[in-house]
C-alpha cells in the first residue's frame, strides 16, 4: 500500500490550490514559491492533504485558522494528524493565520532555520 499519496483526494487538492486562503497565498507567492527546493502546496500525504511539504528536507509547514486554537475537537485531529505525518518521517511547523498576517518576517526566518536544521 502507498501511505504517502491517496488518488481520491488528488481533485481535492487540485480545488483546495485553487481557493488557498488569504494567509496561504501570502506564505506561498511572498516566500515559499521562491526558495531554492521544491515546495509542493495542498499536498496528499497518506489520507491527509497538508498545506505545504518540502519533501528534500521532510519538513510539512500548515496555516491554521483560529479554530484550530479554540476548538478542542480540531486540536484533537491535528494531534493525530502530526502523529500520521511523524510517523511518515516528516516535521510538522504550525502556524497561525495572525501571525502569517502580522509576523510574515519572524515565520520566513522561523521556516529558513527550520530548512537549515537550526531549529
Not at 483526494?9 to 488569504?22: F, G
Not at 526558495?35 to 519538513?59: A, E, M, W
Not at 493565520?97 to 518576517?105: A, G, P, R, T
Request: hydrophobic share 30%; net charge neutral; charged share 30%.
Amino acid at each position: 500500500m502507498n501511505t504517502t499519496h491517496n488518488q481520491n483526494l488528488t481533485p481535492y487538492s487540485q480545488k483546495l490550490r485553487k481557493n488557498m486562503t488569504k494567509e496561504e497565498r501570502h506564505l506561498w507567492y511572498d516566500f515559499l514559491k521562491n526558495l531554492n527546493l521544491t515546495v509542493h502546496r495542498q499536498k496528499t500525504v497518506g489520507c491527509y492533504i497538508v498545506d505545504f511539504c518540502i519533501p528534500s528536507k521532510k519538513i510539512i509547514i500548515e496555516v491554521d485558522g483560529d479554530q484550530h486554537n479554540r476548538d478542542i475537537d480540531i486540536q484533537q485531529s491535528d494531534k493525530n494528524r502530526d502523529r500520521f505525518l511523524n510517523e511518515m518521517g516528516y516535521r510538522v511547523i504550525r502556524y497561525f493565520n495572525h501571525d502569517i498576517d502580522h509576523h510574515f518576517n519572524e515565520i520566513c526566518d522561523d521556516i529558513l532555520a527550520c530548512i537549515d536544521g537550526k531549529k
